[in-house]
């Protein structure tokens, strides 16, 4: 059987520099089949426009800039779906770097038909040393697969295998083209923080719906790319507001399915689930906990601190989408949408 051609799509809003640099890895990939290359600006930036063009003409491989002037990353990934000429639709962020291999192992493993949508090794590349807390926020489960959900990092070990559909994080999310919008697309997702109340679930309903329908979900050890983790994502605050975020996705999740507040919550009218930073043994993890207990019993305090504030921006966040949702009559129709192809913010 022929390789699949294949769309890498990339959605970027103002990261030049990560972006220059992700190209430059894109560039390097050996395909045996036919490739495609789109930038999707959210930003509509000519800086980003020269600089793609730039780029494409040190490749061997032409990079076609699209803007995207309707906010919302959902919209970027519409605009790729629709645009992509390839069999497979790769989407990746702007602030990865595909290491060697990864774009052959994906084209290799679609040759088989009954794979829908697959993923690899999301490798943190840290720009400063972490935290000892961040140990904490690892999840770790069964046959070595180990993830941090708050920055989008995945661990499934070296062998190939089925995987839950949610851990398929956007940025190494490859999938079946033409089932994007068979499916409705994607749902809402970093939308500025003004827009808040306009913040879905992004890639995750799809990814259930798909594998819903019998789709085979893939973890392929081969797709492995690092995602850059800068300083200002090391820190409690971060770690506050993307859980904040959460509350809301979750929100959104559960309005759509019609929840009601305190049928699927816990005390505070949030869900009540078990909480993301309960983790285990993963061993990016324990050599991060040896590193707590290395600086003393303060930095578990901290720890247990960081914890509980995380915690909190959860459940603030999923009570404020609904007093949205109360209170809006707009947001309400927003949730209520059919699907979000093709739909500007209101």
Same mark, same amino acid.
């Given at each position: 059987?022929?390789?699949?051609?294949?769309?890498?799509?990339?959605?970027?809003?103002?990261?030049?520099?990560?972006?220059?640099?992700?190209?430059?890895?894109?560039?390097?990939?050996?395909?045996?089949?036919?490739?495609?290359? !789109?930038?999707?600006?959210?930003?509509?930036? &000519?800086?980003?426009?020269?600089?793609?063009?730039?780029?494409?003409?040190?490749?061997?491989?032409?990079?076609?800039?699209?803007?995207?002037?309707?906010?919302?990353?959902?919209?970027?990934?519409?605009?790729?779906?629709?645009?992509?000429?390839?069999? #497979?639709?790769?989407?990746?962020?702007?602030?990865?770097?595909?290491?060697?291999?990864?774009?052959?192992?994906?084209?290799?493993?679609?040759?088989?038909? #009954?794979?829908?949508?697959?993923?690899?090794?999301?490798?943190?590349?840290?720009?400063?040393?972490?935290?000892?807390?961040?140990? &904490?926020?690892?999840?770790?489960?069964?046959?070595?697969?180990?993830?941090?959900?708050? !920055?989008?990092? !995945?661990?499934?070990?070296?062998?190939?295998?089925?995987?839950?559909?949610?851990?398929?994080?956007?940025?190494?999310?490859?999938?079946?083209?033409?089932?994007?919008?068979?499916?409705?697309?994607?749902?809402?997702?970093?939308?500025?923080?003004?827009?808040?109340?306009?913040?879905?679930?992004?890639?995750?309903?799809?990814?259930?719906?798909?594998?819903?329908?019998?789709?085979?979900?893939?973890?392929?050890?081969?797709?492995?790319?690092?995602?850059?983790?800068?300083?200002?994502?090391?820190?409690?605050?971060?770690?506050?507001?993307?859980?904040?975020?959460?509350?809301?996705?979750?929100?959104?999740?559960? &309005?759509?399915?019609?929840?009601?507040?305190?049928?699927?919550?816990?005390?505070?009218?949030?869900?009540?689930?078990?909480?993301?930073?309960? &983790?285990?043994?993963?061993?990016?993890?324990?050599?991060?906990?040896?590193?707590?207990?290395?600086?003393?019993?303060?930095?578990?305090?901290?720890?247990?601190?960081?914890?509980?504030?995380?915690?909190?921006?959860?459940?603030?966040?999923?009570?404020?989408?609904?007093?949205?949702?109360?209170?809006?009559?707009?947001?309400?129709?927003?949730?209520?949408?059919?699907?979000?192809?093709?739909?500007?913010?209101?």
């Amino acid at each position: 059987m022929s390789p699949p051609s294949v769309t890498i799509a990339i959605p970027t809003y103002k990261r030049v520099d990560y972006l220059r640099d992700l190209l430059k890895t894109v560039a390097t990939q050996e395909y045996d089949g036919t490739l495609q290359v !789109l930038v999707l600006d959210n930003a509509c930036d &000519a800086v980003v426009a020269q600089l793609v063009r730039d780029e494409s003409e040190q490749a061997s491989v032409d990079f076609a800039y699209l803007p995207v002037p309707a906010v919302g990353l959902h919209n970027c990934r519409h605009a790729a779906a629709r645009s992509g000429t390839g069999d #497979v639709l790769a989407l990746i962020d702007d602030d990865v770097l595909l290491q060697p291999g990864w774009l052959q192992s994906l084209g290799d493993a679609f040759r088989d038909p #009954v794979l829908q949508l697959a993923t690899g090794p999301i490798v943190p590349h840290y720009e400063v040393e972490p935290p000892a807390w961040l140990g &904490a926020f690892w999840r770790d489960e069964a046959e070595g697969l180990s993830w941090c959900g708050f !920055l989008s990092l !995945l661990d499934g070990g070296p062998v190939c295998h089925d995987i839950r559909p949610e851990l398929v994080f956007g940025a190494n999310f490859a999938v079946r083209r033409a089932r994007v919008l068979e499916l409705g697309g994607f749902h809402p997702d970093a939308v500025p923080w003004p827009l808040r109340r306009y913040r879905g679930d992004g890639e995750t309903a799809f990814s259930k719906r798909l594998s819903a329908e019998g789709g085979v979900v893939r973890y392929l050890p081969g797709a492995r790319l690092l995602h850059r983790v800068p300083a200002e994502r090391l820190t409690p605050a971060y770690f506050q507001r993307r859980s904040f975020l959460q509350g809301i996705s979750d929100s959104f999740s559960d &309005a759509r399915r019609g929840v009601v507040p305190g049928e699927a919550a816990g005390a505070g009218g949030h869900r009540a689930r078990r909480p993301v930073w309960q &983790a285990g043994t993963h061993k990016v993890a324990a050599r991060l906990r040896r590193l707590l207990r290395i600086r003393g019993r303060r930095s578990h305090d901290v720890s247990g601190q960081v914890k509980e504030g995380v915690d909190r921006a959860y459940r603030d966040g999923y009570a404020y989408h609904r007093e949205m949702l109360r209170t809006d009559a707009t947001v309400r129709e927003w949730v209520d949408r059919q699907d979000y192809v093709d739909c500007a913010l209101p």
